[in-house]
């Protein structure tokens, strides 16, 4: 079970971290944090391995950072310098396969409720 908490509304320019707490007994070998804007496709936002290897779509990157705390089984997505356009659903989502960009949605088999984050 995933479970994303830290949405919000926040102008233009702030900052917001996400968070996704797993649990269960997932074999997790990617943890992806996606989003959609309505009337749009999901799209991934970043993904980070196991092994701690992270990639970020090019729309994000310089701004988002994905990271995980092991020993509470939480992944984060801190996201500063938010942009009107960052404005979507976000999701987290699991794997049990190694990481890939572009991610496939069909390749993450486990995914939270998704948290809102609105951008003014």
């Known amino acids: 079970q995933l479970v994303e908490s830290g949405g919000g509304s926040v102008q233009a320019g702030g900052a917001l971290t996400l968070s996704c707490a797993a649990s269960g007994n997932i074999d997790r070998r990617c943890m992806g944090w996606f989003r959609q804007a309505p009337g749009k496709e999901r799209e991934g936002v970043a993904v980070?391995?196991?092994?701690?290897?992270?990639i970020y779509a090019d729309s994000v990157k310089g701004r988002f950072t994905i990271s995980g705390d092991n020993a509470k089984n939480t992944v984060y997505l801190q996201m500063n310098s938010l942009k009107s356009e960052d404005t979507a659903l976000y999701f987290c989502a699991a794997a049990t396969s190694v990481c890939n960009w572009p991610p496939a949605l069909s390749a993450y088999p486990y995914w939270g409720q998704g948290t809102q984050v609105t951008v003014s």
């Open positions: 980070m391995g196991r092994d701690g290897r992270t």
